[in-house]
């Protein structure tokens, strides 16, 4: 499939006027990653816009010197990123994939150079970032403000809010902060008033509203 077509699976690249899709398209990197491969890591100096074409991949943060969390999962859509070009700092998470995946890597360099011809880039890598803060915003208010079983039917909906979802039950427990037996009994609630159904790694979102009605 062309890389343009996966691309505008994800609605932030969709949403672009058809010439920057292409320049960004042209200019960026296709990377395939194998499982556990880093695209980078917390810290790094080198930005950019990183679009995940296939697979997904694990969002981490450390909170020590030994010690890395799970604190999300950008499946195949997500465009995530930053850039210094425009203020801000080095990386401040890891990005590596979970299992196989596909990715499209457009560094500061090429935004600079799409940005010469295309104005608009500069205005759409602010609104990614600006949607990147606001999910993270409402992911720690969910963590402080919600129990357990709806913060786990809040970060289904997050994750993709309906279908297919490629999530482990042990990621999914440590993205919500408790242990995999709390959150298997959570889930198998769910999947008793047929909102979900588990998997072998996935959890399949059969009914997307009664997830919404746990969080009331």
Request: positive net charge.
């Amino acid at each position: 499939m062309e890389i343009a077509v996966l691309a505008k699976r994800g609605l932030w690249f969709a949403h672009l006027p058809a010439p920057l899709q292409a320049a960004l398209v042209r200019d960026g990197r296709v990377v395939r990653l194998g499982t556990g491969q880093w695209v980078y890591g917390e810290g790094d100096e080198e930005t950019g816009i990183v679009l995940v074409l296939e697979g997904a991949l694990r969002i981490e943060a450390s909170i020590g010197e030994d010690r890395d969390v799970l604190v999300n999962l950008a499946p195949a859509g997500t465009a995530f990123g930053q850039s210094r070009r425009r203020g801000g700092g080095p990386r401040i998470v890891t990005a590596r994939a979970t299992a196989r995946a596909m990715v499209l890597l457009v560094a500061d360099s090429a935004l600079e150079r799409i940005a010469a011809d295309h104005p608009a880039l500069w205005r759409a890598v602010s609104e990614l970032v600006y949607g990147q803060l606001d999910a993270v915003v409402r992911l720690a208010a969910q963590m402080i403000g919600l129990g357990p079983r709806a913060r786990i039917a809040a970060r289904l909906l997050a994750l993709g809010g309906t279908g297919e979802l490629l999530v482990s039950q042990n990621d999914l427990a440590e993205m919500c902060g408790v242990s995999r037996k709390i959150a298997n009994v959570h889930l198998a609630a769910l999947e008793r008033i047929d909102a979900i159904r588990r998997g072998y790694g996935r959890i399949v979102i059969i009914n997307a509203e009664l997830l919404r009605e746990v969080i009331g």
